[in-house]
C-alpha cells in the first residue's frame, strides 16, 4: 500500500502523527485514554478566526490584522469532520460541541450540522449537537441552525453592563444583540440554553449579581467560568480569578442556594440552585478545582489536530491521516490507540 501524506504542517502547534496499528480492532465503543478516561465529548473547533477580541482570549494587540489566520485549504472540510465524527462516535462518543474561534462565522454551518445530524451513537440515539458562540450572529441563524438539527446552545456573554461588555468583546459590540440571539434561540427551542461568563476580578465581577437576577426564573443556566490561562497570549494573573467558591458567596448574599448533584461523572460544571426554585446556575473552576480525573473530553482543533486535554500543547495530526491513504478503520485503529 502507498502511504499518500499531504504535508502541510501547521507549526502553531506540536503534532505528531499517530501511528496506524497494522491489526485493526473493530471499535468497543468504549475509548478510554492512558489514563482511563472514557471518551464521550468531543469539542470540534471549526474556525479559528472571531469577529470579538475578548481579551481573555484574543486579545487584539496579538490577534491583530497581520495575525496569520489558517487559509482555507488548511480547515478540515465538512466531509473531513463528519467522517471523523463518524469515526468518534463508534468509539463511544455520544455529544458533539462546535465551537471556534465563532462557529457561525463558518460559512454554511447549517450544511455541517445536517451532515452531524444523520450519526447515530453506538446505542442507535441521535447524536447530542451544540455548538458555543458569541450570539452576534445567532437572532438570525437560530431556526435555521434548529431546522438543520442543532439541539442547544450555549452562548458566551460576560455582564449586562453595556460599557464592560463593550469593552470585553473589545470591538463594541451591544448587549442588545446578544440578548436578542438569546431570545431567538430560546423562541425556536434551541434549549435548554445555557450562558457562559467568565468571570474577571476587578474587570465584570461586579456583574454576577445582576447576570443572576436577570436569567433566574428565565429557563437559562447561568455559569461562572474561572478565568484560565490560555498560552503566553492573555497576560493572565492569578490575582484576576475570582475563585467559584466566592461565586457561590456572592450569589448566597442575594438568594439561597443549594448543591445539585451531578447529571453525570465528568460534568464541567458543579451545580446549583436557588432554593426558591428561581432555577439552576453552575460554576467551572478550572483554575481552582480542575476537574482532569473524570474528564470525558477530546478536542479536534480546527486543522484537524486531536488534543485530550484543554491545556495540551501536542496534539495528533488526524489531517494526516484524512488526507492520506486510509481507510476509516484505520485511522479509527489510530485513534484507539492514542
Ligand atoms: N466564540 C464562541 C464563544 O465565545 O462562545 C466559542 C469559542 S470560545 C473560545 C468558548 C468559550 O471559552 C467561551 O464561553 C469563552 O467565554 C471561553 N473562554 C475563552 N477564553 C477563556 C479564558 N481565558 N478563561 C475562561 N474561559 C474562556
Ligand atoms: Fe471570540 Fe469566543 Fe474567544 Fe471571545 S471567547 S474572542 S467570542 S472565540
Request: with cysteine; aromatic share 6%; hydrophobic share 40%.
Amino acid at each position: 500500500m502507498t502511504v499518500k501524506i499531504i504535508p502541510i504542517a501547521d507549526i502553531r502547534y506540536a503534532s505528531r502523527v499517530p501511528h496506524v496499528p497494522a491489526q485493526i480492532q473493530t471499535p468497543s465503543g468504549l475509548l478510554a485514554d492512558t489514563l482511563g478516561r472514557p471518551l464521550r465529548d468531543l469539542r470540534i473547533s471549526v474556525t479559528d478566526r472571531c469577529n470579538f477580541r475578548c481579551s481573555y482570549c484574543m486579545p487584539r494587540e496579538v490577534f491583530d490584522k497581520d495575525y496569520a489566520f489558517l487559509p482555507q485549504t488548511s480547515l478540515l472540510s465538512f466531509e473531513e469532520i463528519t467522517r471523523l465524527a463518524r469515526i468518534f462516535v463508534a468509539h463511544g462518543v455520544e455529544k458533539i460541541r462546535l465551537t471556534g474561534g465563532e462557529p457561525l462565522l463558518r460559512k454554511h454551518i447549517e450544511v455541517l450540522i445536517e451532515m452531524l445530524a444523520k450519526i447515530k451513537t453506538t446505542s442507535g440515539q441521535p447524536l447530542d449537537i451544540t455548538l458555543t458562540t458569541n450570539a452576534s450572529l445567532l437572532a438570525k441563524k437560530a431556526q435555521s441552525l434548529k431546522d438543520a438539527g442543532l439541539q442547544r446552545v450555549t452562548v458566551s456573554l460576560d455582564g449586562l453592563d453595556d460599557a464592560i461588555f463593550r469593552r470585553m468583546n473589545d470591538v463594541d459590540f451591544p448587549v442588545a444583540e446578544v440578548l436578542k440571539g438569546i431570545e431567538a434561540a430560546q423562541r425556536v427551542g434551541l434549549a435548554p440554553l445555557k450562558v457562559n461568563m467568565v468571570v474577571k476580578r476587578g474587570t465584570n465581577d461586579a456583574e454576577i449579581l445582576p447576570m443572576a437576577r436577570h436569567f433566574r426564573h428565565s429557563g437559562v443556566v447561568l455559569r461562572f467560568i474561572e478565568y484560565m490561562d490560555v498560552g503566553a497570549t492573555n497576560g493572565w494573573r492569578m490575582d484576576e480569578v475570582l475563585p467559584s467558591a466566592q461565586v457561590i458567596e456572592r450569589l448566597q448574599t442575594e438568594f439561597p442556594m443549594l448543591a445539585v448533584n451531578p447529571n453525570y461523572a465528568g460534568e464541567t460544571a458543579e451545580r446549583w440552585r436557588y432554593a426558591d426554585g428561581g432555577g439552576e446556575v453552575g460554576v467551572i473552576s478550572s483554575v481552582t478545582h480542575a476537574f482532569c480525573g473524570d474528564c470525558n473530553r477530546a478536542r479536534l482543533s480546527t486543522e484537524g489536530k486531536l488534543f485530550l486535554c484543554l491545556f495540551a500543547s501536542q496534539g495528533q495530526d488526524l489531517r494526516a491521516l484524512l488526507r492520506g491513504d486510509f481507510s476509516d478503520e484505520q485511522i479509527g485503529g489510530a485513534v484507539g490507540h492514542i
